[in-house]
């Protein structure tokens, strides 16, 4: 079996392509990375067929506050490259939600089957949930444009199977009408070579909770503060990422008393940042599998986050970690309280979390978990 992965940037896409590589299944990567750069992220000399002019514009946008309001033509740009590909002699072609439209039809006529990658819970749903928490903090932006909704609803009918990181995620596409059938739940892995090789150690009086993702309402950061506010005369909280465009205002009013803003770190500084936390919590209003998640708790740190982060999958309530009904700023205090007056239950998280990881959650094991879908999918009668 052969397989093309095509991806308009990064993702997990070259995990997925390396682990496929080195099985004999990878013909090739299509992306927006130069092949160069592929090599030295991945160690591997594969088969890549890169746009990093697209790459470029992506991060221009980003840099310049454009946010979302170009996605639908970086997606539209991509699906036009990734259509002109030969794929004669691959058995499966796995896209990325948004940009995979227009080689649809190239890899169909080619007898290929379809795998839509979609990193996070439905579209839709996703935009319902963010629409209504901007709202509440009366901010007018747009969350995910017309073209990105049209384009991923056409796709997710068009393709032959849609894979989600979590159970959570396969639920917002199964209560809209999507069969079972049809998603394929693969949860995503961690690089346990680099997260977890250190002891984590329990430190009696908890001192550094810690947060890393993107620093704005999707994460719920405004609940956060709100919560962290009420314990500030008993630990400091590290917010480590970038800060979303617009999210400055909020941050300017908001009670940062004990709260250090990181901003981006280096990948390889992550490790250490775990190891030396006390607690990692991710009150999010929507996710799909937070890789955040996977690296604190593969590095012994316990974790507090909510359901709609998806991570029910790995994460047993007071067993390896805390999840949330939702974020609401009195139920991330008192689980953080909860944590804080307690090293003992700290150090038993710590030791059960890194135990879940070891259970199914690796890079490899996603791999497997993949081939063994593309494989019944490529076999199956439509």
């Known amino acids: 079996m052969k ?18 590589y080195e099985r004999g299944h990878l013909q090739q990567l299509i992306t927006t990375y130069p092949s160069f750069y592929v090599k030295k992220l991945t160690n591997y000399s594969f088969p890549v067929r890169s746009v990093p002019r697209l790459e470029l514009l992506k991060r221009i946008i980003d840099r310049t506050g454009l946010g979302t309001h170009l996605d639908g033509f970086i997606g539209e740009a991509f699906g036009n490259f990734a259509c002109r590909t030969d794929m ?59 073209k990105v909704i049209e ?47 250190s002891s984590h150690h329990i430190r009696k009086d908890c001192q550094k909770i810690l947060f890393v993702g993107r620093i704005g309402i999707r994460k719920g950061i405004p609940n956060l503060l709100a919560a962290f506010s009420e314990l500030r005369t008993e630990a400091n909280l590290h917010l480590i990422g970038p800060v979303e465009t617009g999210f400055e205002n909020y941050l300017r009013n908001a009670p940062l008393d004990k709260v250090i803003l990181r901003g981006p770190i280096n990948f ?45 999958d790995i994460i047993k309530d007071g067993v390896n970690g805390i999840i949330l009904p939702d974020n609401s700023p009195p139920n991330i205090t008192k689980a953080l309280r909860r944590l804080l007056k307690n090293p003992e239950l700290r150090s038993n998280m710590s030791i059960t979390g890194k135990e879940s990881v070891l259970d199914g959650f690796s890079w490899n094991h996603y791999v497997d978990r993949a081939i063994m879908a593309y494989e019944k999918l490529q076999f199956k009668t439509l």
């Open 3 to 20: 397989v093309i992965v095509s991806v308009h940037g990064r993702f997990h896409a070259f995990e997925l392509s390396s682990g496929l």
């Open 88 to 146: 004669t002699g691959a058995d499966i072609f796995v896209g990325w939600a948004n940009a995979t439209l227009e080689a649809i039809k190239t890899a169909r006529s080619a007898g290929l089957k379809i795998v839509l990658e979609r990193g996070s819970s439905h579209i839709c749903h996703q935009t319902e949930i963010l629409k209504s928490a901007y709202e509440k903090f009366g901010s007018t932006k747009i969350i995910t444009p017309q």
């Open 151 to 197: 384009r991923e609803l056409e796709e997710y009918e068009l393709v032959d199977a849609i894979s989600v990181p979590s159970s959570y995620a396969a639920q917002t596409f199964i209560q809209r009408g999507f069969s079972e059938n049809k998603i394929i739940k693969n949860n995503l892995g961690v690089n346990l070579s680099l997260f977890g090789k």
């Open 268 to 312: 390889n500084q992550l490790p250490a940042e775990y190891e030396d936390a006390d607690i990692f919590c991710l009150p999010s209003l929507e996710e799909g599998f937070p890789l955040v998640i996977l690296q604190a708790l593969a590095s012994g740190c316990p974790v507090i986050t909510t359901e709609a982060a998806g991570a029910a």
